[in-house]
């Protein structure tokens, strides 16, 4: 009766780890089959994007190329006064209105003039010695400004955002189910794991030249994603929304009094640092006459507002002056709202002041846009940027050398399955996190049950 016994046990045992494996087998060509379709569909807006964040990412070394002779000016001994640079855009466009100011921040560059003329906003570019005009540029056809449109908003618009977002977002998805796919088990050599093959054939060499680059960039990919994320509509606005109501963007107490009853965010009336974006604008109390703009940069060197910063003029009889700096190291970034008749500086944000949440994607964002430490920074975004290239490339690549003709070759579900509770309850998370991830997998579904089922021939090139 024992040995009887110990035969049940041992047969289901063997049931019992084959019900395992079957399990293991069918969740694998389950997640390979949803990560084949991600790839398919998100790896050219992956490509587009670290084509087009490459350029973005050498903007300063490629625009003082293309605008030397606007940036840059001889040096002299000394500069006129602000009033009269203003005055002399004023001349060369009467019918301009003046809304921002930057002056030269070091021996050799010009001062930059923001105007309006005709609603179309503008930059001028003056010689501080001689007031002389040295060109204008209108500022939504700068070449890094059309370069930053097709990154961010594939030049669409919302509809374009909200596609970036949707793929930068299934990109993380990516990394998960790639790293899911690419985890040794049974393997137990580095080759194929963590150092491609090279003579196995040329199906191997390619998977491997797919997955291993793929698991060394992971934690610089998934860095440089969520890093991009918190300029993105839905996602970005959800973080920054975030922030302000933990308290950790920026303190409440900013003001002498109490919050200026002002609801217009600081990023309405000028560009202002992430972390100032929604910073409410106080109002000025109304007096005689405004303060000069030399008052105001005096007003702005006394607090110690680093050089290469921007005055934004007031809009209005309550508007108010904004001082704002962005330099390469987030630390630096400044924030000031200054009465434009008594010169009461009414909030002052600087990096200091900023929650542990602004802190952190400030310096994410900076090391995203690759000026955090200088060329090395960027040198480092490129050689990421290159890497996820090189991962879709290689993506698309394997899936053309399988593809059956006429289907689609994606990998076959197995029958029958059942997704297991732990993945259901991942999959949820992630489609709470990434609400446009989330979206489009109802989306998915959607056209899965509505579409594809229903017609045989199209279910057959699926797959």
Not at 47 to 74: C, H, R, S, W
Not at 284 to 306: F, H, R, T, Y
Not at 374 to 403: E, Y
Not at 426 to 437: A, D, M, N, R
Request: glycine content about 8%.
């Amino acid at each position: 009766m024992l040995a009887e016994q110990q035969k049940v046990d041992h047969s289901a045992t063997e049931n019992a780890d084959k019900s395992e494996v079957s399990k293991a087998q069918s969740l694998y060509r389950a997640v390979w089959r949803w990560h084949f379709y991600a790839g398919i569909i998100f790896a050219p807006f992956v490509i587009l994007l670290a084509i087009t964040g490459i350029v973005y990412l050498f903007k300063p070394q490629i625009e003082n190329v293309m605008y030397k002779d606007y940036y840059y000016v001889q040096a002299g001994q000394e500069k006129m006064t602000t009033e009269k640079q203003i005055e002399a855009v004023k001349k060369a466009y009467p019918d301009a209105s003046i809304t921002r100011y930057k002056p030269s921040f070091a021996a050799d560059r010009s001062a930059e003039i923001g105007i309006t003329d005709k609603d179309r906003a503008m930059t001028v570019f003056v010689n501080p010695y001689n007031g002389k005009i040295l060109g204008d540029l209108k500022n939504d056809e700068k070449f890094m400004n059309e370069v930053e449109r097709l990154h961010g908003e594939l030049m669409m618009g919302t509809a374009g955002d909200r596609i970036v977002e949707m793929a930068a977002c299934w990109a993380m998805i990516l990394l998960i189910t790639g790293l899911y796919l690419w985890w040794p088990r049974n393997r137990k050599s580095i080759f194929g794991t963590l150092i491609p093959r090279f003579s196995k054939g040329k199906r191997i060499m390619l998977r491997d030249l797919h997955s291993v680059p793929a698991f060394w960039f992971s934690l610089f990919v998934s860095i440089f994603i969520l890093t991009g994320l918190p300029w993105s509509g839905l996602w970005g606005d959800f973080i920054n929304r975030i922030a302000t109501t933990t308290h950790t963007g920026y303190p409440t107490g900013l003001w002498d009094g109490n919050l200026p009853k002002s609801t217009v965010p600081s990023k309405d009336v000028a560009k202002v640092p992430w972390a100032a974006e929604n910073l409410p604008v106080p109002e000025s109390k109304v007096d005689v006459a405004p303060l000069s703009v030399e008052q105001i940069m005096k007003i702005a060197d006394e607090n110690k507002v680093g050089k290469g910063y921007s005055i934004t003029f007031p809009k209005g009889e309550k508007g108010v002056y904004t001082v704002t700096v962005s330099p390469d190291k987030p630390e630096g970034q400044a924030t000031l709202h200054i009465d434009q008749y008594n010169g009461k500086v009414l909030a002052d944000l600087r990096f200091k002041d900023y929650g542990i949440l602004a802190k952190a994607i400030s310096i994410g964002v900076a090391l995203h846009e690759g000026h955090y430490f200088g060329l090395a920074n960027q040198l480092l975004d490129l050689i990421i940027c290159l890497g996820l290239i090189g991962i879709s490339l290689t993506g698309v690549m394997m899936w053309w050398k399988r593809k059956p003709s006429g289907t689609l070759g994606a990998p076959s579900l197995p029958k029958n399955f059942k997704l297991m509770k732990g993945t259901a309850v991942l999959i949820i998370v992630l489609g709470i996190v990434f609400p446009l991830v989330g979206a489009s997998l109802l989306a998915a579904l959607a056209l899965d049950w509505l579409v594809i089922k229903r017609l045989p021939p199209v279910k057959k090139w699926v797959g």
